[in-house]
């Protein structure tokens, strides 16, 4: 994974999770404080409706306390003029806004029932309402007495084909019961007061939990609306406001909560207080609507800076790997181009300074090579020159020493003389010709000519040249496996002269009486023959197992005096290995040297191992 989404995905996360728990904890908050914002205007407005009742109730008491107290109107009533009741009641009644009074006399008949008709004129009901039959005129009346507390309730009244709300009120004459009179206050008048003051609507309930009347809008079929007994219980033994039922009505959610109405010792019945849910809901959800845009606002800043934040450390990272790679790829032109003075910039300096070191070495190295390889070049071409040069005179030179040899035969003193000229030329011819050979190898003008042959036969060609050495120094030629290598296909004469070097070689370095192997494998698998000529010398250290197939490398002191050329160390002009290499490299082969190292106490030994493509058609 990129780095880049490294740094940025546990960035990401953790906004993401940061942002949604602030979401989670607003909204929480939010729906909290609306609930309770909900629960308390209910709860004030229940409290509103319970105040506006016991108002209600103490303008009847004032109401019928005035019918009550107008004199002559208990004598009246006792004596039954019931002419004298309505005439005295009428003028009271009037003065004060009652929308209906009802006397009854002691002995519970109804004496006078008076009514507020539409247009606020009072009319006297010839029919009797029958309150003289509920509880609150027969408890009084049955309590007989005149000081008794007042009672109320909610009662329907079929002559005005309406609820009212009821109080009754014991009349006295003389320390004793007179009657009762009762004063009623409509629904009508009652319930658009209890909205506009409480601000919800209201439904009021009777004792068994029926829905008597309500002001919500519409048509609303009131028994839908009604409770159970058990539900009107609970209401009453809460005591307190049941709220929080949420209900769905013409499309638009409410909410309710319901109160016992008690007035006094009486039990009236209940009332549920409604407000609708979007009346608190609608700005809770703006204010929400709000805190989610905000929070997304801010988390698109906090992913936009922390987005730019990753660009400004990962940029530099980024421009560092661009260049390492260009640099790995060989462009060390290439600069990180990073200018912070932070941890990365000073990395990312360093970074360029070690490249433009690399590339001021590179140049040198560059030079250094150039130089070495027109030295090389001039190296080359003045062994070339020189191998030229030398040729011809050295052509003569064995001419002539031949020459003197047969002059020789006959005059023995000259024998010693012709014997060394005859050895020198032929060493000289040896030397210019191994530097002819190594002109051809670097002009890659070698010129093979492959055939189909064996390696048999220069090895025998080998193992005759140097027939006196293996006698002169008692030194042991162990063949093994050669004759059973197939044909391969190359130059004959070349696999000689290859031969020749590494066997010159193995004679050179190895001390009088030491053995020489010429080993051959084949290497079917691979379609190859492996040649290994392994010796019981001195042995090459590591640090020169692969410097000595350069030309004129040499590992010990350079002995290019005229001592034999298969004497123990003799010397040599340090070309016979890069001849071999040369070979070897033209016919697409390898070579190599394995040994433990130099030791001229020990003889570790050392054994060049020679492998050569085998042509499949060649093979046998
Ligand atoms: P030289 O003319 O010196 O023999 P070569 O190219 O043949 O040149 O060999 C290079 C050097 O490799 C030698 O000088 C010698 O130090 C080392 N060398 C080559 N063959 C052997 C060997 N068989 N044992 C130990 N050293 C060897």
Known sequence: MSIRYKVILPYLLLTLIVAVT????????????????????????????????????????????????????AEALQENNRAEVAQLTRPVASGVNIELVI???????????????????????????????????????????????????????????????????PIELDNQLAGVVVVG?????????????????????????????????????????????????????????IGGENFELEGRWYSLARSPLRVGNDQLGAFAVILPLDFVLQPGAVSRNNYILLFGAAMIGVVAIGYGISRLLINPIYALVRASQAITAGDLNQRTGVRSGDEIGVLANTFDEMTANLQQRTLELERANQTLAQMDKTKSSFIQVAAHELRTPLTLLSGYAQLLDIQAKKNHELEGISKGLLEGSARMQEVVNSMLDISKIDSKTLAALPEKTSLLAPMKRVEKTFASAWEERNLKLVTDGIGKLPLVYADPDLLYKMLYHLVMNAIKYTPDGGTITIRGEIHPEENQVEIVISDTGIGIDHEHQDLIFEKFYQTGEVQLHSSGRTKFKGGGPGLGLAIARGIVEAHGGKIWVESPGHDEETNPGSAFHVVLPLDKHLRQ
């Open 22 to 73: 602030g979401v989670y904890v607003v909204t929480r908050l939010v729906s909290n404080s609306l609930q309770e914002r909900l629960t308390n205007q209910l709860l004030e407005a229940g409290r509103v409706v319970s105040d506006d009742f016991a108002r209600q109730e103490i303008a009847h008491i004032e109401m019928a306390r005035l019918v009550a107290y107008t004199s002559g109107l």
């Open 103 to 169: 006397l009854v006399d002691r002995q519970g008949v109804e004496t006078l029932h008076l009514s507020r008709a539409q247009d606020g004129s009072l009319v006297e009901q010839s029919e009797a309402s029958g309150i003289a039959n509920t509880p609150i005129v027969q408890d009084l009346l049955a309590a007989n007495d005149p000081q008794a507390a007042p009672r109320r309730m909610l009662a329907y009244s079929p002559q005005q084909n309406g609820y009212y709300y009821f109080s009754s009120l």
């Open 185 to 241: 206050t409509s629904f009508d008048t009652i319930l658009p007061y209890l909205k506009s003051t409480s601000l919800a609507d209201v439904i009021l309930y009777n004792e068994s939990g029926k829905a008597l009347a309500a002001t919500l809008p519409g048509a609303i079929d009131l028994s839908g609306l009604s409770i159970s007994a058990d539900e009107f219980r609970q209401v009453v033994e809460a005591r307190g406001n």
